[in-house]
Structures are given as structure tokens and as C-alpha cells.
């Protein structure tokens, strides 16, 4: 990597000190930020890899839906046979438009440095205007080189001027943060019901059930419901093992599975009707709405059902790549289940009277057995998809602030972005298998449970829509055509699954709304927490009055305050000096950082700078992560930070012999920002309060050593001082809502917000803190 800097002295520095370590310090690192990067740039053999993967993953859903499509539009038979043309013609379609040509082929490529899903579309479009609601935006995070953006063309000004909009408008910032919370929490809600729903409700399901009462009819519902949640508990269980394991678990058997379903397919077309290739006409579809008005309406809530399960592939993009996708669609998915529709659809043009059990009535004898035992299997894996999709949206959720803060881990050291979440993985087990029990026969489920998916489906379409506007800067034509013919086909689609919301459909657009408003009250507070934090801080000049104020002693180690703000002295610190006045040799305040990109080069993690006097050796640092990176465990990143600290010191020292030597002409030279330092130029962000600090010399930022005291001598101070040990300390903030605010703000900031603090894993669990050098600083905050 080169790093562009004006001054000859720092870049001879940062070579020899920060590029000689990089190999050491951080080569296991870079396995998970930059040597894997699932890019379209990825070798064949990986490509083709990720895709055999990919196919047991992400393909569990949408290949399952050949077993109940059918019957789910026609609920009442089949009325006329050339029904079956115009259903057929349907789903073709569907198939080509939606998952194809939207997905696979456009919002596929509004990756966010390989990692897809709401949350990443909201990253991309934070990137290039600001609309974030905290504000934590710093200039040095525009020089990491995965930050790239490119400013909007001169001859374009819609960009500008969409940019400009989204940034003046606060309405617009709650509402693209909405929509992204909404489709997040509609996959999360899809991804909690399918296990349920597949394994026990679904119609796949339930014709596997009924297969099995033809062979055991004492078999009892009761003891299918416990069946269903004994195969729900194995399927959570398998998930620490991660979608690495998982996946190629799983895809020999889908692969099997649509190996199965072509050749039946293919069968029932040669000895049926061929002539149900006419289907690829549309025209069949113009012929059946014409026959059956509002009924060919509803009918779509069934034909919706052959592509749940596409939002997957986005969603899951971070575990694989574009091309490994598109290729296992193209080349495995389409043609098997395209094969399969047309081969049922040939079944019931002559024999129409079996359309309640389609799948398993077109099943030559021979085959019924195998297809039988791998159809059950194919059902239970279907929920992989969404469970896989549902672990990577919600560890991007955590970096906005969208959720507590809990472990994230990364199940596979050689593929970024997979990864397992306890916690979350738990709370979704427990709500399939209670629905599971609850609902015992879930059909009506069945019939609607797609709401989830086409809600996803709209949504990634009008964000996709803005980045075609912001980031892509497309014509207007192309962007109007995306956007008219598949938000008018999703509308369309939703209309008719929403007819079926009395009848089950609540269910999974209920609880998506519960985890929307929980995300929604969770980052609200943390917003309102941040604000004040940022109205209360104390100027970092005011330092050195703070500590003699309060006969502050400095004990032996180092200490790290971790604090959320990136700019002046939190208000905790004051309090925990008041009530010990005593202050670690080496202190540090610091503040852990998830920028909006998927990855942050080692290299480039750490930004410091003094605070207060040189002599108290105080410092701030930043630690910078993408939304996907893992974080180290304390022991790494505490020999990290302290190298980067000398290495800091190092870099100070020289510049300021430098500028000492050339002071005349340095102070009129902007220094470019070495990627450990971050620039002279105050933050992209500054509070009134904050702006004192920016007012300090540049002299007084600087750590000027005694005469005999070298930086040697310092750097070997530091490490003395770590040998003493490291402290962690930490804010316990008890937030409560002000006396004057209203019941409903009392409401979600006293109960539902404290509920879920009290009730979920704290920060220092998350950051894997030891608890014997961790220590709590209790305050408490009116908002």
C-alpha cells in the first residue's frame, strides 16, 4: 500500500516503521479485510466453489416451491385448462423479471465492496450524502482506501441535487433509515417463520406429512408438531458450525434435489402435453385475467410464492459473489425449477383433479421414495436461506447503532462475511419452535407468509433507485424503466398477498413490525444518547484544570476509557475523576468506529492525536471498523494500539523537528494525513462546544519531549506501562426520559429501551472484555 503524503519525512517514517511491521502485526487480519474479498474479481476456482456453496444456502426456499405453488393459486381447482397456461405463463415470468433480471442482473451490482442486503444499500448511499442521524462523520474517513467515492459530474445535477436534498431534509433521513429498518426487520421476520413455517406449516410440508400418514396412518398431529420441533431444534443447533460447514452440508443434497425435480419435470412435459411450451407467450396471461377478473387477482398471493426466497441471494451476497451467484442461478436454479413448473403444469392439463397435491401425484413410481426423503430435507433447508441472510443484515444493523451490541462471530477464516450470531440465533430458534406449537396447522400461514419477501422486494427497489440516481448516476430513462416496471409488479404482487392478511398473513407482518420497532426505539435513544453526550463534553484545553481540580494522581498501567464520541472529553470522565481521583500513566480515550464500508485495511485502524499537555501522555484514538470486520480479541488489540501509539510519537517527533528546521515555510504547507495521525483540519463535525479544541495550536497537539527525554525513552515507557496492565473502563449509562416529555417517549425510552438493555448482552461481552480489568462508571442521562 502507499500511503500519499507531502511531507518527505513522515513518508520516510511511515515506511520504515509502519510498512516493516505490517506483515507480522497484521497478516492474519488482512485473511478476513482484503485477501478474500468476494469481488466479481475472484478466480474461477473460487467462483465455482462459492457457487457449488451458494446452491445449498441460499436456493432452499425458492427451490422448494414447486412443491405447493400450485395448489396455493388454485385453492378452489382448476376451472378452465387453459388456466393452467395463463399460471404457467405467470410464473415463467415471474421467475425471469424478478429474481432474474432485477436481482441477478441489476441489484446484484449495488454491492457495497461485496457485501449485499438493505443494510448495504443504505452504506453506499451514506457514503456519497450524508444521512446518517449520528453525527460521528470525520474527513480522515474519506482517505481509507476501501472509502472510495467519486464526486458528483458537473454535467450531472440531479446527483448534486438529490445529494443536497437528502442531507438538508431530516424527514428524509428518518425515512430512508425507515425503509432500511423495514426491510432489514422483514427479512429477520421471514427468516424466524420459515423454519416454523417450512418445516411444520408450509404446504412443502404438509405434503410430505401426508406422504408419510399414507405409510403410517396412526401417525397422530400432535406427534408431527413434535416431530417439527425436534427437527427445529438440529437445524438452530447446526448453525455454530457456520453457512462454511453448512453449506456444503446442504448443497449436495438441494443439488440432488434440483437434479430430482428437472428430470421429473422433464418427464411429465415428454409424456403429458409438450404443448405447454405455449406458455412462453404472455399473451396466456392477458387471456387469463380476462377470464377471471378479481379471482386471476388473488390468484398472484399463490403465483408469488415460486420466488420467496430471492431477497436470499442479495442479502447473502457477503458469503459468496456476483458471479458465483449468477452463475448457480443461470445454470442450476432457473432450469430446474423452470423444468419443474412446466412439468407439473403438463400433469394437470391431464389430470386436473390433482391439483391439491400436484408435486407428489406427477412423481413416477420408482421415484417416489427418493424424491420423497429429499423433498423433507429440501423443506428443512429452505430456512437455512433466510437464517443465513437474516446473520449477515443484523451484523451490519449492530454498526448503526440499529441493535445491542453482541457477539459477532466469523465462522470461516478463509471467507469473509460469514458469520453466527448466539444470541440472535437463540431468540429466532425459541419464536419457530413457540409459532411452531402455538399454530400446530399453519396453513393460512402458508398461504400468505410471501408478504414478508415482497415488502423486502419494494424496498430494495427504491433504494436500488436512489443509488442508480446518487451513485451510479444512470440516465434517467434507464432509471425510470427499472423503477416503473418493477415497483408497479411488486405493488401489484403485494396487493394481492395483502388480501390475505385476515387469514394468516398478520403473523409475519406483525412480528417484522415488533423487530422494526424495536431496532427503531434502540437507535433512537442511542441517537438522543450520543446528542447529549456531545452538549456535555468538556473542551479537551480545559484538560489540565480538570485533573488539578480534582488532585488527580497517576497510578502505573494504562487505561482505555471507551467512549462513543469522537471529539472532546466525555462527560463520564469528569465523574469517574470525582469519584477517583486517580488516572493511569498512559490513558487513552477510546472510541470503536464503524464506518460505512464493508472492510477498514488494518493499516489504516488507528487515528490519534494528544489531548491536553504533553506531559500528561493523554490521548484520543479511534478505532476504525467496517460493518463486516471482526473485531480482535483484547490481548491482540491492546499490542496493536500500543504500537501504533509509538509509532504516533515517533511520527510527531520527526514533524516536529522538521517543522522546527523549516517553521517559515511549514506554516504555510498543509501536512497530508498519515493514516495512524489523523489531520491537522478540525472534524468533518464539529459542535459548538467542540470547536475550542480545534482552536488549540497545532504546537500544543503535539508531543514535544524534555531535553532528556527522548522518544526511545518514551516508546520504552509505554511498554513499561503496559507490563503494569491494562484497565478498561467503561460508561453504565442509565438513560431516562425527562420529566416534561411525553407518555409515549416515557414509554420507549424507560421500558422498552431499558428492557432490552437489561435483557441483552453488555457492550463489554460483545468487545470480549475480561471482567477483571474491566471497571464501570455509573451515570445516568435525562434525554
Not at 395 to 407: E, H, T
Request: glycine share 6%.
Amino acid at each position: 500500500m502507499s500511503l500519499e503524503v507531502e511531507n518527505p519525512v513522515s513518508t520516510e517514517l511511515t515506511n520504515r516503521l509502519s510498512l516493516k511491521r505490517h506483515d507480522s502485526l497484521f497478516g492474519d487480519a488482512e485473511k478476513v479485510s482484503g485477501a478474500t474479498y468476494h469481488g466479481s474479481a475472484a478466480s474461477w476456482a473460487r467462483t465455482l466453489h462459492l457457487a457449488f456453496q451458494s446452491i445449498g444456502i441460499i436456493y432452499g426456499d425458492i427451490g422448494t416451491s414447486p412443491l405447493y405453488v400450485y395448489s396455493s393459486t388454485f385453492p378452489d381447482g382448476i376451472k378452465n385448462n387453459d388456466d393452467l397456461l395463463g399460471v404457467l405463463s405467470l410464473i415463467i415470468y415471474t421467475l425471469i423479471l424478478i429474481p432474474m433480471l432485477k436481482y441477478v442482473f441489476i441489484v446484484l451490482y449495488a454491492d457495497d465492496n461485496g457485501d449485499g442486503g438493505t443494510f448495504a444499500l443504505y452504506s453506499l448511499i451514506s457514503r456519497y450524502a450524508k444521512v446518517r442521524l449520528t453525527p460521528n462523520n470525520q474527513g480522515e474517513d474519506a482517505m481509507v482506501s476501501n472509502y472510495s467515492i467519486e464526486a458528483p459530474n458537473s454535467q450531472l445535477k440531479r446527483a448534486q441535487w438529490l445529494k443536497q436534498k437528502l442531507e438538508s431534509s431530516k424527514s428524509a433521513k428518518i425515512a430512508l433509515f425507515t425503509l432500511t429498518i423495514l426491510g432489514t426487520s422483514m427479512v429477520m421476520g421471514d427468516g424466524t417463520l420459515t423454519p416454523a413455517i417450512s418445516v411444520h406449516g408450509c404446504p412443502a410440508m404438509l405434503s410430505a406429512v401426508s406422504g408419510i400418514r399414507e405409510k403410517a396412518p396412526s401417525l397422530t398431529q400432535t406427534q408431527v408438531v413434535w416431530i417439527s420441533v425436534a427437527i427445529l431444534f438440529m437445524l438452530f443447533s447446526v448453525q455454530r458450525f457456520g453457512t462454511d460447514k453448512v453449506g456444503y452440508t446442504f448443497a449436495p443434497i438441494i443439488s440432488i434435489w434440483f437434479l430430482l425435480i428437472a428430470g421429473i419435470g422433464l418427464y411429465n412435459l415428454i409424456a403429458n402435453d409438450i404443448g405447454v411450451l405455449r406458455a412462453f407467450n404472455p399473451m396466456y396471461i392477458v387471456h387469463y385475467f380476462k377470464r377471471n377478473g378479481k379471482d386471476g387477482w388473488i390468484s398472484l398471493g399463490g403465483v408469488i410464492l415460486c420466488v420467496t426466497g430471492t431477497e436470499g441471494m442479495y442479502a447473502d451476497l457477503g458469503h459468496f459473489n456476483i458471479r458465483a451467484v449468477q452463475i448457480s442461478f443461470n445454470c442450476v436454479l432457473f432450469p430446474s425449477v423452470a423444468l419443474c413448473y412446466i412439468g407439473q403444469a403438463a400433469y394437470l392439463r391431464k389430470f386436473p383433479e390433482n391439483v391439491a397435491d400436484t408435486f407428489y401425484r406427477s412423481i413416477p413410481g420408482p421415484l417416489f421414495w427418493p424424491t420423497f426423503i429429499f423433498a423433507i430435507l429440501a423443506a428443512i433447508i429452505a430456512s437455512q436461506a433466510m437464517l443465513s441472510g437474516a446473520f449477515a443484515i443484523l451484523s451490519k444493523a449492530l454498526s448503526l447503532g440499529c441493535f445491542p451490541r453482541v457477539r459477532v462471530i466469523h465462522t470461516s477464516e478463509k471467507y469473509e462475511g460469514q458469520v453466527y450470531i448466539p444470541e440472535v440465533n437463540f431468540m429466532m430458534g425459541l419464536a419457530s419452535i413457540i409459532v411452531t406449537i402455538a399454530f400446530r396447522t399453519t396453513t393460512s400461514i402458508g398461504h400468505a407468509y410471501g408478504i414478508c419477501v415482497v415488502t423486502t422486494f419494494l424496498i430494495t427497489t427504491h433504494l436500488t433507485t436512489i443509488v442508480m440516481l446518487l451513485v451510479w448516476k444512470k440516465h434517467v430513462i434507464f432509471i425510470l424503466l427499472f423503477y416503473v416496471v418493477f415497483s408497479v409488479t411488486e405493488v401489484v404482487y403485494l396487493s394481492s398477498i395483502l388480501s390475505k392478511f385476515i387469514d394468516g398473513g398478520y403473523l409475519p407482518f406483525c412480528f417484522s413490525l415488533v423487530l422494526m420497532s424495536l431496532m427503531a426505539t434502540w437507535h433512537y435513544v442511542h441517537v438522543k444518547r450520543y446528542w447529549h453526550e456531545l452538549e456535555h463534553i468538556v473542551p479537551t484545553n480545559e484538560m489540565k484544570a480538570l485533573l488539578e481540580k480534582n488532585d488527580v494522581q497517576r497510578i502505573p498501567g494504562v487505561g482505555l476509557l471507551y467512549t462513543e464520541l469522537i471529539q472532546g472529553i466525555p462527560p463520564v470522565f469528569p465523574r469517574l475523576i470525582k469519584k477517583i481521583p486517580s488516572v493511569h500513566s498512559i490513558f487513552v480515550f477510546m472510541s470503536i468506529k464503524h464506518l460505512p464500508i464493508p472492510h477498514v485495511v488494518p493499516l489504516e485502524r488507528f487515528l490519534f492525536r494528544q489531548v491536553g499537555p504533553m506531559e500528561q501522555r493523554m490521548f484520543r484514538c479511534v478505532a476504525r471498523y467496517g460493518y463486516s470486520d471482526r473485531l480482535e480479541d483484547p490481548k491482540d488489540f491492546v499490542g496493536f494500539l500500543v504500537d501504533r501509539l509509538k509509532m504516533f510519537i515517533q511520527e510527531e517527533s520527526a514533524l516536529t523537528q522538521y517543522e522546527g528546521e523549516n517553521d517559515e515555510t511549514s506554516s504555510n504547507t498543509e501536512v497530508s494525513e498519515v493514516q495512524t495521525r489523523p489531520r491537522r483540519s478540525t472534524h468533518s463535525v464539529m459542535h459548538s462546544e467542540q470547536v475550542t479544541e480545534s482552536r488549540v495550536s497545532s504546537h500544543s497537539r503535539r508531543i514535544t519531549f524534555h531535553m532528556d527525554h527522548t522518544v526511545e525513552e518514551e516508546k520504552q515507557l509505554i511498554d513499561r506501562e503496559v507490563e503494569q496492565g491494562v484497565v478498561y473502563l467503561m460508561g453504565e449509562a442509565n438513560v431516562s426520559a425527562g420529566s416534561k416529555s411525553s407518555i409515549m417517549k416515557k414509554i420507549v425510552v424507560n421500558y422498552v429501551y431499558s428492557f432490552l438493555r437489561k435483557n441483552l448482552p453488555a457492550g463489554h461481552k460483545a468487545l470480549s472484555i475480561p471482567k477483571d480489568q474491566l471497571l464501570k462508571v455509573g451515570i445516568t442521562y435525562e434525554i
